[in-house]
């Protein structure tokens, strides 16, 4: 591409509404609420900026600290097993024929066409007490007993009286559920890209040279697609870590992580200025995230140059 500035009127012209989209409804917003976060109420419906730091004290009290534990832990469990998951999709879709690639690949596009709502009320559906799982597992239980009764093994009553369906809702499992079911595309599609453009020979080759499947997934697979792991895990451990929707309705009340506690403080408790310093330190820790990925990828980058 050419230098911009050999032709900058072009350019100018097709940055300026870019820029003014992103200033008018991005940085000017967020500037509200970083002024947000250094006032205090004065009323119902006034704030006074200050200039205290006692929103962000705040944030340091036990209850607070305990509820930002309680979401990095679910958010990377769930991101873990989140990889784990899209690791054989995406190498599942990699190695599939160019006839069936483009239908895979559909599958798992297909969730984006619903909205997140109606997908997180479907998983209401699937996961109550009297929901599709408990169904499923309830009609196995009742085969199995009667196939005890079959072979004369029912009067120990070995699967006991009556089936307890498992309660996925109100706890943290369910919560972990919905957001590896609705984050799972996010981590198939960096991962398939990287599997995409991995040269093949250098699998062959070390299976070649002695290399057992398990030593050569290790030692040749994972490190040549970690870019795409490390930016799997980025881009769907971020929104879990800002989800709302998912523990609110999974969670039922009982599962709160910190962007229900931000939405409650805008709503319910009307205070804003608290409010706003959690989503600014929500913000500040999504930041040194991408820092980090992006000064690791750098150094991956070099490493391979150097070599």
Not at 11 to 22: D, E
Not at 63 to 85: A, G, H, K
Not at 133 to 138: F, T
Not at 292 to 297: G, H, V
Request: charged share 15%; glycine share 8%; no cysteine.
């Amino acid at each position: 591409m050419e230098d911009f500035r050999k032709h900058f009127s072009v350019f100018l012209t097709f940055f300026t509404p870019t820029a003014g989209w992103l200033v008018l409804l991005f940085f000017v917003p967020l500037g509200i609420i970083w002024v947000y976060s250094f006032g205090e109420n004065i009323s119902l419906t006034e704030i006074k900026t200050t200039w205290t730091l006692d929103n962000y004290k705040r944030m340091f009290e036990p209850q607070i600290i305990t509820l930002f534990w309680r979401t990095v832990w679910l958010s990377t469990l769930s991101t873990i097993i989140t990889l784990v998951i899209a690791y054989p999709i995406s190498m599942v879709i990699a190695t599939a024929s160019n006839k069936a690639k483009p239908w895979l690949m559909l599958v798992i596009i297909l969730p984006f066409w619903t909205n997140l709502l109606i997908r997180t009320y479907a998983m209401l559906n699937i996961l109550g007490t009297r929901g599709r799982i408990n169904d499923v597992l309830e009609w196995l239980w009742n085969l199995g007993d009667g196939a005890l009764d079959l072979i004369g093994l029912g009067a120990f009553d070995l699967l006991g009286e009556h089936f307890a369906p498992i309660r996925f809702l109100g706890n943290n499992s369910g919560v972990m559920i919905g957001m590896i079911y609705v984050y799972l595309p996010f981590a198939v599609l960096p991962i398939y890209s990287s599997l995409e453009r991995l040269d093949r020979n250098l699998l062959e080759a070390s299976l070649d040279l002695g290399a057992g499947q398990w030593r050569t997934f290790r030692s040749v697979l994972l490190p040549l697609t970690s870019a795409g792991i490390s930016t799997a895990a980025v881009i769907t451990f971020i929104p879990m870590l800002g989800s709302f929707l998912i523990p609110n309705l999974l969670g039922r009340g009982k599962v709160d992580m910190i962007a229900n506690v931000i939405e409650r403080q805008f709503k319910s408790a009307n205070d804003w200025p608290f409010g706003s310093a959690l989503s600014l330190f929500l913000l500040y820790i999504t930041f040194i995230i991408l820092a980090i990925q992006a000064f690791a990828n750098m150094r991956a980058n070099k490493g391979r140059n150097d070599g």
